[in-house]
């Protein structure tokens, strides 16, 4: 079921009456929400329920064993690595199994033989990667003593299952959603007010920003060869704001979301195209995730605090790593490599946490030097969205190269969606130290609940009447 | 609880009232459907030579150049079924009409509404659904394909926009006689493509190829029955495009042609799939005609179909 679609708009209002008017124990309530995700879930394919529930069964079932073996390490260590290489087992296997084999059937190729057998069609979970590694964080938290495991079955389901960010995140921390569904929620009016105005700029940014991009942008990359230059451009730009359209309007979504219900998700992205540099724009983009990888996998290694060697490895790792999560293919490695070459020499330089304010704070508008570092970073961004739509690593610099050398004028596609990204951007600026861009109250004009009513209601109807083709969120293929 | 209840309510039922005023403000404002609709039903006992079929029968026909008296009702996406109730609604009440031209494309016989999401993935089916229903009346199962709101992705936005600034050019799809040109100028640097979506081996697929079958079983018969002649025709493709279909495909087509016959005995065949007096200008896709195609096309159907006329 999609957030942007007419089941979700019937779906959401039912369970939302239902959880906190029938559904009132707690008990009663968890098992209700594994219920309705279940059916959000199913919606799409009820076959891949079983594998959610066997990831949910597993890893609850290996909280408690690490529990009971308190004090035995080497049996936690092994009941703990048991269940993560179970967890990776499933996910290699819908995920990655194809990508192996094809590039194993291509080796042999090369020495003259064939093996067809390998390669079989396997039909990828949604969301797969997101409840994955959100089940690995509560495994690994009780291993290293930061949780306790519970014996609360109906809160460890809709833990895993919790349908607002099932199926493209954020991705939770056991730590921090877990203890939510332990405890009895009550409803806040404030926060399930602004849990509803950013589900209204998400549903603004997927459907007006993202859908919009993704005809110019499928038109584009799909026949770039022919296009000049400045077509080019324009289709990595609109690239470059339809994924953060589709992606932070999905994250907003499933935050207003979750918010209707009492629980609060971490927070996945922060403006993250006014970054002035690529280790600000890490820090603002696809949060979840980063630090689910500095949490789990850099800090593990070392981190920073070790050899300049083991940096530029370390480094290395989880942009090589965060590249490979994102799908089964050569060019997500090479997009998180050009991240890595882009964010070492900050490191190395220990220049990597400069900026961790707001630009520009308490201006209108940014000074020229701030300009020039946040023009440069998106650029680099730019070129960083482009390996990562393309095809093939191959597309990715041919593509870039016609960029640059063929500079012949093609008609331009997506004018309007340009347009659309331009209203977009000056929200988001205007808005940039709040924690989503509806959230209007206390200044200026503002202060007067009509004029915010009229915003409101404004950003509804050009949602309505602007939207673009209905898709799906590009994330859930990841 | 209560207060956002309340709050939630007037939303609601500030929203509500803006949407049904926007369907209904989109009934209003001229469309290729409401249009071609209005046409056939005020002019209908004027029209000698009715057009039908899809996209490739909209672009590629030009009715002034076919003949005193054409209506070219096609419209991009038609599935068979939708041509099979226009045929069955219209061609009775047409006092004059005296040909019906419909198209016959490679893989049509998978080209049915119910099977879109199985068979063959199309993009925008909700939307066909939707103005069926709405601009035609022809319903299709489930309570809510009448909404453009939920359903379009034919950009109603723009549509008012338009209405409301009074740009009548930006409003019109096509010109009076319902011909849709597409300038050769407009074709993407890949139009030579052919995306090949048919999932023959699909446990659907033999149940769609039967139904879509018949629903040009009933085009025929209808014809037959109101001593209608129907002339099928299978317009130019790009050379290039031919290396893609397979034998399979070939045959079925010939399939669907002989069952047609066989509920229609005088209708006529005319296959220009493979005609080579056709170059790339002629193409804005590897199947569809451009501006430039259709008026090369349609003396060419003239003069194959209606010599004397």
């Known amino acids: ?478 | 609880m209560k207060k956002f209840l309340i709050k939630a309510a007037i939303l609601g039922v500030c929203i509500f009232p803006i949407c049904v005023s926007i369907e209904l403000l989109l009934l209003i404002i001229p469309n290729e459907y409401s249009y071609k609709r209005q046409y056939v039903e005020t002019k209908g006992d004027e029209i000698k030579v009715l057009i039908l079929g899809n996209s490739h029968n909209e672009d590629g026909i030009i009715p002034a150049l076919l003949g005193d008296s054409t209506f070219n009702m096609a419209i991009e996406g038609r599935y068979p079924y939708y041509d099979a109730v226009l045929a069955e609604r219209y061609v009775p009440i047409m006092k004059n009409l005296k040909y019906v031209i419909w198209n016959l494309g490679y893989n049509w016989q998978y080209l049915n509404y119910k099977y879109s999401d199985s068979v063959l993935k199309h993009t925008k089916i909700s939307t066909y659904r939707c103005m069926y229903e709405k601009y035609f009346d022809i319903p299709y199962p489930g309570f809510h394909n009448w909404s453009e709101l939920i359903n379009s992705k034919f950009n109603y936005g723009e549509r008012i926009l338009n209405y409301f600034i009074g740009n009548e050019a930006a409003l019109q799809v096509c010109d009076s006689l319902g011909e849709h040109l597409y300038s050769y100028k407009n074709k993407l640097p890949n139009w030579k493509n052919v995306k090949e979506e048919i999932d023959v081996d699909n446990s659907d697929a033999k149940r769609c190829f039967e139904e879509t079958l018949g629903y040009m079983c009933r085009i025929a018969a209808v014809c037959e029955r109101c001593h209608v002649r129907l002339i099928v025709i299978t317009t130019p493709y790009y050379k290039g495009s031919l290396q893609n279909f397979s034998s399979r495909g070939l045959a079925e087509m010939q399939m669907c042609v002989d069952a047609m016959k066989e509920f229609c005995p005088t209708m006529q065949y005319y296959n220009y799939m493979m005609d080579s007096r056709f170059t790339d200008d002629d193409f804005v896709d590897a199947t569809h005609l451009s501006d430039i195609g259709a008026k090369k096309f349609t003396p060419i159907l003239k003069e194959d179909c209606f010599p004397d006329f």
């Open chain 1, 1 to 478: 079921m999609l957030f942007n679609s007419f089941e979700f708009l019937i779906f959401l209002p039912i369970v939302f009456l239902l959880y906190w008017f029938v559904f009132k124990p707690l008990r009663a309530q968890n098992l209700f929400v594994v219920a309705a995700s279940y059916v959000f879930y199913g919606w799409w394919d009820w076959r891949f329920l079983l594998l959610i529930a066997l990831t949910t069964v597993c890893s609850f079932a290996s909280g408690i064993l690490l529990e009971r073996s308190e004090g035995k390490r080497g049996r936690q260590k092994f009941i703990s690595a048991s269940n993560i290489i179970l967890n990776l087992g499933i996910l290699g296997v819908f995920k990655y199994y194809n990508f192996f084999g094809e590039n194993l059937a291509a080796l042999f190729r090369l020495f003259g033989m064939e093996l067809d057998w390998v390669t079989v069609d396997i039909l990828l979970p949604v969301g797969i990667s997101f409840y994955t590694f959100q089940a690995l964080s509560y495994t690994i938290d009780v291993y290293r003593h930061k949780l306790q495991a519970t014996h609360d079955a109906s809160a460890f389901f809709a833990f895993i299952s919790f349908f607002p960010q099932l199926v493209a995140g954020p991705i939770e921390r056991a730590t921090n959603l877990l203890p939510q569904f332990s405890r009895p929620r009550t409803f806040d009016y404030d926060k399930a007010v602004d849990g509803c105005r950013q589900i209204l700029w998400g549903l603004f940014k997927k459907m007006v920003i993202a859908d919009n991009c993704a005809v110019a942008v499928n038109q584009i990359f799909d026949s770039y060869q022919g296009f000049g230059g400045v077509t080019l451009f324009v289709g990595a730009l609109l690239f470059t704001f339809q994924i953060y359209g589709d992606f932070s309007g999905y994250s907003d979504i499933a935050i207003g979301t979750a918010r209707l219900f009492g629980i609060d998700l971490m927070r996945n992205f922060n403006y993250p195209y006014f970054s002035r540099d690529i280790a600000e724009f890490w820090r603002r983009w696809h949060i979840s995730l980063t630090t689910w990888f500095r949490d789990y996998i850099y800090i593990p290694l070392g981190g920073s605090r070790c050899g300049k060697w083991k940096v530029v490895r370390n480094t290395f790792v989880i942009f090589l790593v965060s590249g490979f999560w994102h799908g089964a293919n050569w060019t997500f490695i090479a997009w998180g490599a050009y991240h890595a070459l882009l964010f070492l020499p900050l490191i190395l330089l220990g220049r990597n946490r400069k900026y961790t304010d707001t630009v520009a704070q308490g201006r209108l508008l940014p000074n020229a030097k701030e300009f020039a570092q946040m023009l440069g970073t998106f650029l680099l961004a730019v070129v960083g969205w482009i390996i990562f739509r393309a095809e093939t690593i191959g597309q990715a610099g041919d593509y870039l190269y016609r960029m640059i050398a063929v500079p012949a004028i093609t008609p331009v596609h997506g004018k309007k969606a340009l347009l659309f990204v331009f209203i977009m951007l000056l929200i988001e600026w205007s808005r940039r130290n709040r924690q989503h861009a509806m959230q209007l109250s206390g200044t200026g004009l503002f202060r007067y609940r009509a004029v915010r009513w009229g915003v409101y209601i404004i950003v509804i109807l050009f949602t309505l009447m602007f939207s673009g083709k209905q898709s799906d969120f590009i994330y859930f293929q990841f």
